[in-house]
């Protein structure tokens, strides 16, 4: 045989792999590259049995399994979340750039309604950055609230008996007038707080970022496409047309979960506990609904 033919048969033969590959399953194909998905949804660190929330023991397990995908050539990161916990938030952060750094895994997050404040945070976490054009974006800022019950107590003739040790330990009691001291004291903590959260922004987004500090870490939020002109996002687009352009029309992708169950704890003690755990899961759900109103979803 000569050389000529050899080499037509090979590419022949080449040819009709390829033809056959087509006729199967993505998931049977070796050629197709399969990304893992992770959903990170819901406020974060708001803890209750009856109420979907982040925190980084809910999102570990899914983590782990998503960058434990040897051949995946990235981790997609789906968020929706209008903030929660500082710590929360950035213990989340910490073990997505972990894992994506000892895996040596490139990361997008992708934006559905909201990446607020702690959700944002979490985004940052990626490589690269992709919303809706109506997503919210942003709002990094730090706030705390409460209620003072105070006045209330004293109409009612309620008389409020605490006993410490330790000056400062009843600081921000809802049920004393507010004190300038302890006032001053928690502006310093969320000051601190809030540069942390600007420096983190700063060393992940970089150049990308465009307008002033005053602007951008205001606590002010914005549309996806007005969150690409200030260098908050990457690009406007959703996770299947974004890697499908970017790793081809045959990319699978992977929805990886956590362990799911009804209840993250059994209450103990049926009639009053769980009286009490539906009492704690209706606070968290105003809180909730409060989060995302603030956000105008």
């Given at each position: 045989?000569?050389?000529?033919?050899?080499?037509?048969?090979?590419?022949?033969?080449?040819?009709?792999?390829?033809?056959?590959?087509?006729?199967?399953?993505?998931?049977?194909?070796?050629?197709?590259?399969?990304?893992?998905?992770?959903?990170?949804?819901?406020?974060?660190?708001?803890?209750?049995?009856?109420?979907?929330?982040?925190?980084?023991?809910?999102?570990?397990?899914?983590?782990?399994?998503?960058?434990?995908?040897?051949?995946?050539?990235?981790?997609?990161?789906?968020?929706?979340?209008?903030?929660?916990?500082?710590?929360?938030?950035?213990?989340?952060?910490?073990?997505?750039?972990?894992?994506?750094?000892?895996?040596?895994?490139?990361?997008?997050?992708?934006?559905e309604d909201a990446a607020a404040s702690g959700g944002y945070m979490i985004a940052c976490?990626?490589?690269?950055?992709?919303?809706?054009?109506?997503?919210?974006?942003?709002?990094?800022?730090?706030?705390?609230?409460?209620?003072?019950?105070?006045?209330?107590?004293?109409?009612?003739?309620?008389?409020?008996?605490?006993?410490?040790?330790?000056?400062?330990?009843?600081?921000?009691?809802?049920?004393?007038?507010?004190?300038?001291?302890?006032?001053?004291?928690?502006?310093?903590?969320?000051?601190?707080?809030?540069?942390?959260?600007?420096?983190?922004?700063?060393?992940?987004?970089?150049?990308?970022?465009?307008?002033?500090?005053?602007?951008?870490?205001?606590?002010?939020?914005?549309?996806?496409?007005?969150?690409?002109?200030?260098?908050?996002?990457?690009?406007?687009?959703?996770?299947?047309?974004?890697?499908?352009?970017?790793?081809?029309?045959?990319?699978?992708?992977?929805?990886?979960?956590?362990?799911?169950?009804?209840?993250?704890?059994?209450?103990?003690?049926?009639?009053?506990?769980?009286?009490?755990?539906?009492?704690?899961?209706?606070?968290?759900?105003?809180?909730?609904?409060?989060?995302?109103?603030?956000?105008?979803?």
């Amino acid at each position: 045989m000569g050389t000529s033919y050899i080499l037509g048969m090979v590419e022949f033969l080449s040819s009709l792999s390829r033809r056959a590959r087509g006729f199967l399953p993505r998931k049977w194909r070796s050629d197709a590259p399969v990304v893992p998905v992770v959903r990170l949804s819901g406020p974060i660190g708001m803890t209750s049995p009856f109420s979907r929330s982040m925190s980084l023991g809910s999102t570990a397990q899914a983590l782990e399994k998503a960058f434990g995908m040897k051949d995946a050539p990235a981790v997609a990161l789906l968020i929706n979340s209008p903030g929660g916990s500082p710590v929360q938030s950035h213990l989340i952060f910490r073990r997505i750039r972990a894992l994506a750094e000892e895996k040596e895994k490139h990361v997008f997050a992708f934006v559905e309604d909201a990446a607020a404040s702690g959700g944002y945070m979490i985004a940052c976490a990626a490589d690269e950055i992709f919303a809706d054009p109506c997503s919210i974006v942003g709002s990094i800022g730090v706030v705390t609230a409460g209620f003072g019950f105070d006045r209330a107590i004293e109409k009612l003739g309620i008389e409020r008996r605490v006993y410490t040790a330790g000056e400062r330990k009843v600081t921000l009691d809802p049920f004393r007038p507010t004190r300038p001291e302890d006032v001053e004291r928690l502006d310093q903590l969320l000051k601190e707080l809030h540069t942390v959260f600007a420096d983190l922004v700063k060393s992940r987004r970089g150049d990308a970022l465009m307008g002033d500090d005053e602007a951008l870490f205001s606590g002010e939020f914005w549309l996806g496409t007005q969150a690409v002109g200030l260098g908050l996002v990457d690009g406007l687009g959703d996770v299947r047309g974004i890697l499908k352009a970017r790793y081809g029309t045959d990319v699978t992708l992977k929805l990886v979960q956590g362990s799911t169950g009804f209840l993250p704890r059994r209450p103990t003690g049926f009639a009053g506990a769980l009286a009490r755990e539906a009492a704690l899961g209706a606070a968290a759900a105003v809180e909730e609904r409060a989060m995302w109103s603030r956000l105008g979803l």
